[in-house]
Each structure stands twice: as structure tokens, then as C-alpha cells.
T-cell receptor, first 112, second 115 residues
């Protein structure tokens, strides 16, 4: 079955380190999204992509970057991790012409 | 800018009782509206969605929601709650921008079910 996966599911890192969270989908969806989930804030959009080589900033993009070299993957990189980036990160994808986003299982990131 | 308000942070209901979770949105045009559910440690699962047409939409697990344009609301309902419905529920509004679809989420409502 087609699916969307995230790895790792849990990660602990130190302040200042570079961290990359992986997102992989096998639906061949053009559109992919990264959100972070924090208590009292719900889910907030970090970055999104409408296709290969396309990336766009969301509402909380500072300190994060993404790249889209193929349809299946949208890795999220924290250039220099900060304690404020401790959160649960969700990746989602949506087919071209569709309106529903499908979410991965999430990655819990702790920055010490 | 679009926004979503879920005024109830926590709700507790008894098993078998009816449930209504409130959602109010702000959006300049006809919105695309969604309800997602998140069980502990899990990702988000789509319960139902509204794009157009019939304002009462049916979803999975016996849930339904009614779109009321005059009240800018999209409340989620279930006539009889089961213990397995305990989870966090998120309302979201979507916009079509440049061929994509960005979702704005509410802060969520945590549902507790008493046996």
C-alpha cells in the first residue's frame, strides 16, 4: 500500500547541531508539507513544496530549510538546532488537483 | 488571513453521550474545511471534509459535521461516543493558493471519555 513515512520517529540532539528529518511518500503526490505541533498552537506550517525543485516558506520557517530533489522525499533540515525547536514534526502530502492532505506518523525532536 | 478557533481545549463526556466539538473559522471566500483526529502518539487521520454542496457531511467512525456559513462554524458531532473516541481533534481550514492547498489548524480539543 502507498504510504507516507517519517524517520526517525524520535530524536534527541544538542543545541547547535544540524539535524535532518526525513519524509518519504509513495503516492507520487506533487505537494508536500512540513508542520510542527506544539501545545497551545496546534499545527503550524514550516515549509511546503508543490513539486520537484519548488520550495516555499510557511508561517514558522526561520531556522528550517527543505529541498525537493525528487517527488517522493522532502527532508527538513534544522541548520543549528535550538531548544525552541523541540517539538513534534509532521510531514504531509497532497495529490495535484486534490484537496486533502495525508499525514505521516510524526517525529518527536528534543533539543537539549 | 485565514484562521481557526476551537474554543474548547478539553471536553469530557460519558460513554454513550452525545458530543459536539466547536470550530469557528475566518476566511475571505468559500472555505475548505476539515476535521482530523489524533490518537496519542499517532499522526493525524482525516475524519471528514467539506468543500461544497450539502452542508451536512458524514465522516468515518460515525462522525458528522455541519457547515454554517452565517455563523462561520463547522462543528463536529457524534450521537453516541465510544471510549475509543478519546483523542485530540483538530479543525482546519484550507485555501487554494497557486495550485496548492495550505491548511491552517485550530489549537485542538482534547476529548476524554468517562466509562
Amino acid at each position: 500500500d502507498a504510504e507516507i513515512t517519517q524517520s526517525p520517529r524520535h530524536k534527541i540532539t544538542e543545541t547547535g547541531r544540524q539535524v535532518t528529518l526525513a519524509c518519504h511518500q509513495t503516492w507520487n503526490h506533487n505537494n508536500m508539507f512540513w508542520y510542527r505541533q506544539d501545545l497551545g498552537h496546534g499545527l503550524r506550517l514550516i515549509h511546503y513544496s508543490y513539486g520537484v525543485q519548488d520550495t516555499n516558506k510557511g508561517e514558522v520557517s526561520d531556522g528550517y530549510s527543505v529541498s525537493r530533489s525528487n517527488t517522493e522525499d522532502l527532508p527538513l533540515t534544522l541548520e543549528s538546532a535550538a531548544s525552541s525547536q523541540t517539538s513534534v514534526y509532521f510531514c504531509a502530502s497532497r495529490p495535484a488537483g486534490g484537496n486533502t492532505q495525508y499525514f505521516g506518523p510524526g517525529t518527536r525532536l528534543t533539543v537539549l | 488571513a485565514q484562521s481557526v478557533t476551537q474554543p474548547d481545549i478539553h471536553i469530557t463526556v460519558s460513554e454513550g453521550a452525545s458530543l459536539e466539538l466547536r470550530c469557528n473559522y475566518s476566511y475571505g471566500a468559500t472555505p475548505y474545511l476539515f476535521w482530523y483526529v489524533q490518537s496519542p502518539g499517532q499522526g493525524l487521520q482525516l475524519l471528514l471534509k467539506y468543500f461544497s454542496g450539502d452542508t451536512l457531511v458524514q465522516g468515518i467512525k460515525g462522525f458528522e459535521a455541519e457547515f454554517k456559513r452565517s455563523q462561520s462554524s463547522f462543528n463536529l458531532r457524534k450521537p453516541s461516543v465510544h471510549w475509543s473516541d478519546a483523542a485530540e481533534y483538530f479543525c482546519a481550514v484550507g485555501a487554494l493558493t497557486g495550485g496548492g492547498n495550505k491548511l491552517t489548524f485550530g489549537t485542538g480539543t482534547q476529548l476524554k471519555v468517562e466509562l
